[in-house]
């Protein structure tokens, strides 16, 4: 018998309680929402690690049977593993990298360097052995397994990622505009991505500036040392001064530059918190296309203010008189011009009378955008990989300044060559060259 929303999202919650409360462990084992683990068995895969591996977990965590998340039945120690159980698939939270109640997770998320205690790896353990899963979905978009310790690339079985999955694949949908930690999670996590979709999107005149800096941060990450690197770094300053982002985050342009890798670490976790602020139109639900205003407000953006101009042009609004007529509180967006001319003509499929050829071309393009925000291709797409079978690969990017990277239900990659050389790279090589001449 299907079981509905409204009976899971209370189990669900409560699996994470751990995390935050104490004393809440006991109380989900005997709910029956959590699974249990022996400590010996952990023991034995620990004691199979090389001493090395094995030496620095015990340093840095202590006796495995310490940790928060240990429970005593019958004079045995277990580990608790919070999780749904629904038939065969196991819903569980990713456990936290320390295993701690404190703040200090968030700021560990792009850490490379900080040791997953003795209960992340139980986690993975029971998930792969006791439970012998098929395969793991990573969901939500930034999980913590692909950025533990170990190598940049080529990551070997003891590695601290590769230890976590063992030989399990893993599917990922992913958010398609960050295709930069989407190859964090092929690259470190050995996931085959899912595009998924960004929520929708309301005019928003931040959004793009933000969206620049995030990119930039990243193209950063991925550069190697060199004179692209050195140009990089300086737009990046210089937009997140000109966005007032080194104010908020309490930094001096001088300071910033001199201690630039603490700095990115800084911004990057703000950028995170960012995006999430300006998202308010709701989540993304998988395989599940947007409410149709939201839709057509995705699109408004997508096809941006020449658009809008022309919409108005045609409805015989004078230029003097654009600001009023163009999308501006989006309370208000629904009596719009340009959002009443997008209504009329992909929604009631009124027949287009205009001789502004733009206007032809910006309508049929948001005909074809429209159909790629209905997500249509996100769950078969899932379910293809978790069958074996191959996913189409493309590149993605944020939706407003890339509508290619829509349809999703993709396998992304990271490197498009109508792409580069980028502008630092183009500006590093003139300077390189006028520098010889």
Do not use: C
Not at 52 to 75: F, I, K, T, Y
Not at 171 to 196: C, L, T
Not at 216 to 231: F, I, N, P, S, Y
């Amino acid at each position: 018998m299907p079981v509905g929303e409204d009976e899971l999202l209370p189990q669900l919650q409560r699996l994470l309680e751990p995390s935050y409360r104490e004393g809440r462990v006991e109380a989900l084992v005997d709910d029956g929402l959590a699974a249990l683990l022996p400590v010996s068995k952990y023991r034995e895969w620990l004691s199979s690690l090389p001493a090395d591996l094995q030496r620095a977990m015990n340093e840095h965590w202590g006796d495995p049977a310490r940790s928060s998340m240990v429970v005593r039945r019958d004079g045995r120690e277990f580990f608790a593993i919070p999780r749904l159980q629904l038939g065969n698939v196991a819903i569980l939270p990713q456990p936290p990298r320390t295993g701690k109640r404190d703040d200090k997770e968030r700021a560990l998320y792009h850490s490379m360097k900080e040791w997953p205690s003795h209960y992340f790896f139980a986690v993975y353990l029971w998930a792969r052995s006791q439970h012998a899963s098929d395969a793991f979905v990573h969901f939500g978009t930034h999980g913590v397994q692909e950025w533990l310790p170990g190598k940049e690339r080529g990551l070997s079985v003891f590695d601290p990622p590769m230890l976590a999955v063992g030989d399990v694949p893993v599917a990922y949908p992913y958010i398609a505009d960050n295709v930069g930690e989407a190859q964090q999670a092929k690259r470190r996590g050995r996931a085959v991505i899912v595009s998924h979709q960004t929520p929708p999107f309301k005019p928003a005149g931040l959004y793009q500036e933000i969206s620049a800096i995030h990119d930039l941060l990243h193209a950063w990450l991925g550069q190697d040392e060199g004179a692209v690197k050195e140009r990089t770094k300086l737009d990046l300053l210089a937009a997140a001064d000109k966005a007032r982002i080194l104010k908020d985050l309490g930094w001096e342009p001088e300071r910033a530059s001199v201690e630039f890798p603490r700095f990115v670490e800084e911004l990057h976790a703000h950028l995170h918190e960012l995006a999430q602020t300006a998202q308010p139109l709701g989540l993304h639900r998988l395989g599940q296309a947007p409410e149709e205003q939201h839709r057509l407000a995705t699109v408004l953006l997508m096809l941006g203010r020449p658009f809008w101009e022309a919409a108005a042009r045609d409805a015989g609004v004078r230029p003097q008189d654009f600001d009023e007529a163009l999308v501006g509180d989006y309370e208000q967006l629904t009596q719009t011009v340009p959002y009443r001319f997008l209504h009329r003509h992909l929604i009631e499929g009124a027949a287009l009378q205009t001789a502004d050829p733009e206007l032809r071309e910006s309508i049929e393009r948001a005909r074809k955008w429209y159909a790629d925000i209905g997500a249509a291709r996100e769950m078969p797409s899932l379910l293809a990989v978790l069958a074996g079978r191959h996913l189409r690969t493309s590149y993605g990017g944020d939706p407003i300044r890339n509508p290619d990277a829509y349809p999703t239900g993709n396998n992304l990659y990271g490197f498009d060559p109508s792409r580069v050389p980028t502008r630092q790279a183009w500006e590093a090589g003139k300077q390189a060259a006028e520098q010889l001449l």
